[in-house]
């Protein structure tokens, strides 16, 4: 049974922008916590971004800090992340997930989705 379902990425030049959404079919989205995750090929899923249930903690991996942003509509079951000034080193595979942990690290989630590619081009 799918839980979450990331969409919204693509191929983009450098300095562009890109917004994620995961939107949930089932009670996971009632999790305290919604995260994204990125991995690039050969390397480990790195944590991009978490958001509580409310909004009002957010936390951001240096990386993206100031480029990113990571938001929710509980109404709508679906969080987002928006991309601006993406940069070749973006590129990934994107993982939206569920926790009950309001952290950094993947164990600290247990839905995951099944990811969507981001690509950006130098």
């Known amino acids: 049974q799918v839980q979450l379902v990331e969409s919204g990425g693509g191929l983009v030049q450098a300095g562009g922008s890109l917004r994620l959404s995961c939107t949930s079919s089932?009670?996971?989205?009632?999790?305290?916590?919604m995260g994204w995750f990125r991995q690039a090929p050969g390397k480990e899923r790195r944590f991009v971004a978490v958001i509580n249930w409310s909004g009002g903690i957010t936390n951001y991996a240096d990386s993206v800090l100031g480029r990113f942003t990571i938001s929710r509509d509980n109404a709508k079951r679906t969080v987002y992340l928006q991309m601006n000034s993406l940069q070749a080193e973006d590129s990934a595979v994107y993982y939206c997930?569920?926790?009950?942990?309001?952290?950094?690290?993947?164990?600290?989630?247990?839905?995951w989705g099944q990811g969507t590619q981001v690509t950006v081009s130098s």
């Open positions: 997930a569920a926790g009950v942990v309001v952290g950094t690290r993947p164990v600290d989630f247990d839905s």
């Open positions: 089932g009670r996971v989205f009632s999790r305290p916590a």
